[in-house]
Structures are given as structure tokens and as C-alpha cells.
């Protein structure tokens, strides 16, 4: 069962949770109206990680960056990510992120797409160190791309939504739980897409 989420909104205006059972997603289009994707290409310091697959050593399909108030080591399929101090830029979205949220931040995983070639595979955000029901807050500059979710235990429940320039993707209750996400690839000719996700560790 596909569950297509084009309508966010409620007759409110809150945003309606993308999902329809066991997690929280909300989204809020065009959260962040300054456009910052080029400052945000040219100022962070990324990094191409590698992983092994079947005893093969292979580059991640995308570009990564990891900030960190303090010295938040934080390991990610086998990649150990030594933070760097956040900077002016990433502090700001970081403040935005935190007022909409109502929760504190103190680390922020980037990730840079460049193309429709470069993706996250299925995954969840489940580490111990996040907590046990962690608050994750993702804001998408860019090119627009499918974000996709997958019920851990009903396979056949899936959810589907399109980051645009701006928005914001708040996933938090139980999402990490009982729900896989991911950023397929695609053979369309797309722009590049960095897409911030803010975290609390500790």
C-alpha cells in the first residue's frame, strides 16, 4: 500500500502527520526563504567516505559533512564522524530549525547530492546515542527530491514525499522505530540538493 502525501496541510494550516501510523513525520513547505545552497556548497568542508561491500571498498553516492557543538563522535555505517564547528550560516538554519521544533540541536549531519546518481539507501536513524525517541529536523536546499518511508514490519506500507528549496522534514515519536526512509536514485537528469538533517546526541 502507497500512501502519496500531497496535501500537508490540515484545514488549520498545521502540518498533518505523513504518516498513518506508529511515527510523527510533518513537513513545512518553504520553511527557510533565504536561498544559502551555493554558500552551503562552497563553505563546507565534504568529505567522500568509503564502504565496504562484499570485502570491496566503494565510495558513498553523495558527499558528507558532520558538525558538532562539542566533540560528538558520531558512527554512521561503519564511518566514524569527527565533527567540525558549526558555522555562522549553519547556526542560523540550526536557530530556525530549533524555535520550529521546540527542541535543542547540538549536532548536524550534511549530506550533498549531486546529481540523480547520488542517494541514501533504506535506513533508520535508530542509534542509541540519538536516544530513545529521537527529534530529527531535515531542511532541504536544491534541487527537489523524493523522500520515501517503509513500515519495518508491514513492508507493503509505504509513504512518499518531494523536498523542495526551503522545507522542512521534522521526524520524531516512534518514526525510527517502526519506519525505514530513504533517497532513491533516479535515471532523471536532476540539480544538486544538500540536505541538512540537525540531531541531539547525549
Not at 566503494?58 to 564547528?85: H, M, Q
Not at 549553519?90 to 547540538?106: M, T, Y
Not at 527529534?135 to 506500507?157: D, E, L
Request: one cysteine or more; proline letters at 4%; charged letters at 20%.
Amino acid at each position: 500500500m502507497d500512501l502519496f502525501n500531497n496535501d500537508q496541510l490540515n484545514l488549520f494550516g498545521a502540518p498533518k502527520n505523513l504518516l498513518p501510523f506508529d511515527g510523527e513525520v510533518l513537513l513545512y513547505p518553504h520553511f527557510y526563504k533565504e536561498d544559502v545552497f551555493t554558500r552551503l556548497v562552497e563553505e563546507t568542508p565534504w568529505k567522500q567516505d568509503k564502504m565496504k561491500i562484499y570485502g570491496r571498498e566503494v565510495n558513498f553516492p553523495r558527499l558528507t559533512a558532520w558538525y558538532g557543538e562539542r566533540d560528538e563522535v558520531y558512527v554512521y555505517s561503519g564511518v566514524v564522524n569527527v565533527p567540525v564547528k558549526f558555522s555562522p550560516l549553519l547556526d542560523s538554519i540550526k536557530q530556525a530549525a530549533e524555535q520550529q521544533c521546540g527542541h535543542r540541536f547540538n549536532t548536524a549531519l550534511l549530506n550533498y547530492y549531486r546529481d540523480g546518481g547520488d542517494s541514501m539507501g533504506w535506513h533508520s536513524d535508530d542509534e542509541s546515542e540519538l536516544g530513545g525517541n529521537p527529534v530529527i529536523a531535515s531542511v532541504s536546499f536544491g534541487a527537489s527530491r523524493v523522500f520515501q518511508f517503509k513500515h519495518k514490519q508491514q513492508k507493503n506500507v509505504k509513504a512518499s514525499v518531494v523536498l523542495n528549496n526551503g522545507d522542512l522534514l521534522i521526524m520524531q515519536g516512534q518514526t525510527q522505530h517502526h519506519w525505514f526512509h530513504q533517497v532513491p536514485k533516479t535515471s532523471r537528469m536532476l540539480g544538486a540538493r544538500i540536505n541538512i538533517t540537525f540531531r541531539s546526541i547525549g
